[in-house]
């Protein structure tokens, strides 16, 4: 008899095999349960995991649909149609004038929490999707596609010999190519109207100037940040907030403009992630104003471990000298003991006994031990050794026979 060996595909929530609901993606036992149609290309920014996608009817509870466009831009569209549209699919969507294309990125339920997310006004304007992208829509789209290198480089020339200060970040074409988008940023305000007037006889095309800021830039270039992690603006964040040196000095981040600035030359915006924690884990420590007074020294306070609750006191206001690190239950304690005029023999009374060797480099040796020894002379040394060899051959009673007068 021969044995037959029995394959067993991985099947999601939906009954359907993994190989069929996604190219590339494999499930194993740790991973049973996910669906791979909630996951998207990872070559588009802002990606958002769908993790309604295998529930039956999702789609069917709004019209509205999530569509991303070139690098960090995002619109939102309403299937009149009723197309049947799943996450990947290009579209061709309305546009002011003629259709753009773009990438269905979101379905379903989420599309609801996302515009949410996104701020939009009750009264913006929400505009259809027309059909699927043909065969020729995709070309026009790719043709389109390819000038905007050589596009944005000519109109930097352009605007630097207008003696205009801005920059032309990023430009981009709409689908049927009768548009270009053109992300600038400028510190202050700038007339580019005869700017429009030269880039629209130049490319002959319609021209859009859209001002971002230098965060906005680095989300639509993207990259990896000092975390190793794709940048926080290029993979979730839409709002920037505003980042100030305060949060980094709550968090006792040395205050180094290399490391506090990020790809956008700008406060890194994780800043602030944190800040409202160390801000309130701050206010259960100890005034750094206030001393603790023992029976044999006085501390000041050094540095602080805001999250643990330890403090490092230092029996030097400038250097860490006889540095004690306790919990800030027992400096309170002692705090208090002062305040009663009591002194404490020791300002951790856990800690062991021991010898405590002073930190500071000058009380811990001579002030002379690098001066050289100085040698003695030859002549001493010579008769030194003269006189050891005499008193050697008295004592043992040696020399020639002796003389008698």
Same mark, same amino acid.
């Given at each position: 008899?021969?044995?037959?060996?029995?394959?067993?595909?991985?099947?999601?929530?939906?009954?359907?095999?993994?190989?069929?609901?996604?190219?590339?993606?494999?499930?194993?036992?740790?991973?049973?349960?996910?669906?791979?149609?909630?996951?998207?290309?990872?070559?588009?920014?802002?990606?958002?995991?769908?993790?309604?996608?295998?529930?039956?009817?999702?789609?069917?509870?709004?019209?509205?649909?999530? @569509?991303?466009?070139?690098?960090?831009?995002?619109?939102?569209?309403?299937?009149?149609?009723?197309?049947?549209?799943?996450?990947?699919?290009?579209?061709? @969507?309305?546009?002011?004038?003629?259709?753009?294309?773009?990438?269905?990125?979101?379905?379903?339920?989420?599309?609801?929490?996302?515009?949410?997310?996104?701020?939009?006004?009750?009264?913006?304007?929400?505009?259809?999707?027309?059909?699927?992208?043909?065969?020729?829509?995709?070309?026009?789209?790719?043709?389109?596609?390819?000038?905007?290198?050589?596009?944005?480089?000519?109109?930097?020339?352009?605007?630097?010999?207008?003696?205009?200060?801005?920059?032309?970040?990023?430009?981009?074409?709409?689908?049927?190519?009768?548009?270009?988008?053109?992300?600038?940023?400028?510190?202050?305000?700038?007339?580019?109207?005869?700017?429009?007037?030269?880039?629209?006889?130049?490319?002959?095309?319609?021209?859009?100037?859209?001002?971002?800021?230098?965060?906005?830039?680095?989300?639509?270039?993207?990259?990896?940040?000092?975390?190793?992690?794709?940048?926080?603006?290029?993979?979730?964040?839409?709002?920037?907030?505003?980042?100030?040196?305060?949060?980094?000095?709550?968090?006792?981040?040395?205050?180094?403009?290399?490391?506090?600035?990020?790809?956008?030359?700008?406060?890194?915006?994780?800043?602030?992630?944190?800040?409202?924690?160390?801000?309130?884990?701050?206010?259960?420590?100890?005034?750094?104003?206030?001393?603790?007074?023992?029976?044999?020294?006085?501390?000041?306070?050094?540095?602080?471990?805001?999250?643990?609750?330890?403090?490092?006191?230092?029996?030097?206001?400038?250097?860490?000298?006889?540095? @004690?690190?306790?919990?800030?239950?027992?400096?309170?304690?002692?705090?208090?003991?002062?305040?009663?005029?009591?002194?404490?023999?020791?300002?951790?009374?856990?800690?062991?006994?021991?010898? @405590?060797?002073?930190?500071?480099?000058?009380?811990?040796?001579?002030?002379?031990?690098?001066?050289?020894?100085?040698?003695?002379?030859?002549?001493?040394?010579?008769?030194?050794?003269?006189?050891?060899?005499?008193?050697?051959?008295?004592?043992?009673?040696?020399?020639?026979?002796?003389?008698?007068?």
């Amino acid at each position: 008899m021969t044995e037959e060996k029995t394959t067993i595909r991985p099947t999601l929530l939906t009954g359907r095999p993994a190989a069929e609901c996604g190219a590339g993606f494999r499930l194993d036992d740790s991973l049973r349960g996910l669906s791979a149609r909630g996951c998207g290309r990872q070559d588009k920014q802002l990606n958002t995991y769908d993790y309604l996608a295998d529930i039956p009817g999702n789609n069917g509870l709004t019209d509205l649909v999530e @569509v991303q466009f070139k690098n960090t831009r995002k619109g939102y569209y309403r299937n009149d149609n009723g197309l049947e549209l799943v996450k990947g699919d290009m579209v061709a @969507v309305e546009a002011s004038p003629g259709h753009d294309i773009g990438t269905v990125t979101l379905t379903g339920q989420l599309v609801l929490l996302q515009m949410k997310k996104a701020n939009l006004k009750p009264g913006t304007e929400i505009k259809r999707i027309y059909r699927k992208a043909r065969p020729s829509d995709l070309e026009k789209y790719e043709e389109a596609k390819s000038r905007e290198q050589d596009t944005m480089i000519r109109s930097r020339q352009i605007a630097k010999s207008l003696d205009l200060k801005m920059k032309i970040g990023d430009v981009e074409y709409q689908g049927d190519g009768n548009k270009a988008i053109f992300y600038y940023i400028a510190d202050a305000r700038v007339d580019f109207r005869k700017l429009i007037k030269v880039l629209a006889e130049a490319f002959h095309v319609r021209i859009e100037m859209r001002q971002i800021g230098a965060r906005q830039e680095a989300g639509r270039i993207g990259g990896i940040g000092p975390c190793g992690r794709e940048l926080c603006c290029a993979t979730w964040m839409k709002n920037f907030n505003s980042v100030s040196t305060g949060a980094a000095r709550f968090q006792d981040i040395s205050p180094n403009p290399q490391k506090l600035a990020g790809q956008c030359a700008k406060l890194k915006c994780c800043l602030n992630y944190e800040a409202d924690t160390y801000v309130e884990a701050s206010r259960r420590l100890p005034s750094r104003e206030l001393t603790l007074e023992t029976a044999d020294a006085t501390y000041y306070y050094f540095k602080a471990d805001i999250l643990s609750g330890m403090v490092t006191y230092s029996t030097d206001k400038r250097l860490a000298a006889n540095v @004690v690190t306790i919990h800030t239950d027992r400096a309170f304690e002692v705090i208090q003991m002062n305040r009663r005029g009591e002194k404490p023999l020791a300002l951790d009374e856990t800690a062991p006994k021991a010898h @405590v060797r002073p930190i500071d480099l000058a009380e811990q040796d001579d002030l002379t031990r690098f001066d050289k020894a100085k040698r003695r002379r030859g002549g001493k040394r010579r008769g030194g050794r003269q006189d050891k060899g005499k008193e050697g051959r008295a004592r043992s009673g040696g020399g020639g026979p002796r003389k008698e007068a």
